[in-house]
């Protein structure tokens, strides 16, 4: 990997290489929690932990977990897992006491964290801050009875008589379009009135709803556009003067953007910068289209207004979407959300919409983790001992020797102990995983492997046999390799279609 450096006089020591980081280990490390699965790959990120190689090194000793509630289902799963590694890479060891790193976990929205934090750090918890004495202060939110002051709002449609959900979507997107431009006309077009809700974001619940409703757009939502202006006489033939009543001949006009996860990644800050332009100036977005990528992380002070179609499955999902409109209290968030009368938990939450959204957190569900579960186990129980292996044993770091027995001892009762501890209640699952890690070192000694493999393509290309392949990969090296993880997330093996013809 190749990397042009710029130094100016007072410049931030950052990098940003992983090699440069893993040569020289950082004071304060950002990163995302993919990043734990390139351990087991990778000597020297194995080698950056090691106290033994740099002079005076102390092992992390603080951990901070932002949006905790996210790492929950698959991916939390995965990520309990992998904790092991973490612990062990942070662990020292203090007049004889061992002392391990602190976590903190930061969320808005969760329920039940001690079962979550549980699962997936096998330690307990301390909530912070403590319970308030005030339903009208939280600590981080109080309440303000100023009459003057409004919060977000939040609007149920729900159109039972409706034939078609698509077309009464496009006569909430065009009416809303025509109401930012009524605003700015009859607010004498003050920036501060209308710039909030110039701008709709609009929210779905998969890609696939969302590519429907970028195609109502440009199709149904202008033509309900035009009907409008039909029937409120907003023709030039009745106006006379176009230039003076431009802004209520306002339209969907290739003035959207979307933000979901078939954007390239180096495309979001450019369409964020663009999102953030004030409704006077040029390039300025009638609409966004967004999925769940939109939840965290983006915070744009002058969206106000939001349209979300369909029930969000989850409550904290709700809240983090709502959450992005109306954040400063001059401009305050309006949201419509739109209610499918053939799903019955749309209807639900109509009947029950004021109840529901004055006890909103109540609501807010448990996330589900279970990292020792017989899945996840199959899926990266070996990378975690293979991992611990090349870690404590400098003779195995880049040669894939069979552990002695009392290293298979120390990495089977380490792994037992983490198991026992995040999931005290089913003691089933400590006898399987023990039983897993008698497995993994049986097949490592009737493989035989000449080295640990390779992340990249560089595997698939070597007579040698090895011990670990990329999980999905097609290609077969020598050996009996472990399908091992090289990201949390996606690790099921693509195939492509082909059209065949029939002889008959």
Known sequence: MTCC?????????????????????PTLLIGTIDKFATLPWRVEAINAYDPEKFDNFLPPDLIIQDELHLISGPLGSIAGMYEIIINAITEKV????????????????????????????????????PQANKLEDSFFAEEDNNPNVFGRKYVGIFTPSSNSLEVTLAQILSTLNLAGGYLK???????????????????????????????????????????????????????????????????FDNDITELTSRVDSSQIPRQLEILGLQANEKENLSACLATNMIQVGIDIGRLSLMTI???????????????????????PGVVFTQLSHTKLRDRSHYEKFVSYHQNLYKFVEPTSVTSHSDPVRKRCLHAIVIFLVRFWSKNHRDIPLLPDKDLMKRVK??????????????????????????????????????????????????????????????????????????????????CAARIVTSEN
């Not at 004889?96 to 934090?117: E, P």
């Open 5 to 25: 450096s710029i130094f100016f006089k007072e410049s931030l020591p950052i990098k940003v290489i992983d090699s440069e980081i893993y040569e020289s280990p």
């Open 413 to 494: 009762e380490y792994i037992s102990s983490h198991v026992n501890q995040s999931d005290r209640e089913n003691f089933e699952e400590v006898k399987k995983t023990e039983d897993e890690i008698d497995y993994i070192f049986s097949r490592w000694a009737s493989n035989t492997p000449e080295t640990y493999g390779s992340m990249g393509t560089s595997v698939t290309k070597t007579t040698k046999s090895v011990l670990m392949k990329p999980s999905g990969s097609e290609k077969n090296p020598e050996g009996n390799p472990f399908e091992t993880p090289t990201s949390m997330r996606n690790v099921d093996r693509e």
């Open 94 to 129: 203090v007049n004889g006491k061992i002392i391990k790193a602190k976590i903190i976990g930061s969320t808005a929205t969760i329920s039940r964290a001690n079962m979550q934090i549980q699962n997936l750090y096998g330690r307990s918890c301390h909530i912070f801050p």
């Open 309 to 331: 179609v369909g029930q969000p499955k989850t409550t904290s999902e709700y809240i983090q979407a709502s959450s992005r409109v109306g954040r400063e209290s001059e401009k």
């Open 185 to 251: 006309e009859y607010s004498e077009e003050n920036l501060k009135v209308y710039d909030p809700y110039w701008t709709n974001l609009i929210y779905f619940n998969s890609i696939r709803e969302l590519m429907k409703g970028s195609s109502l757009i440009d199709g149904d939502a202008n033509e309900s556009i035009r009907n409008k202006w039909f029937r409120k006489g907003i023709m030039t033939t009745f106006l006379g003067d176009t230039k003076k009543y431009k802004n209520l001949r306002r339209k």
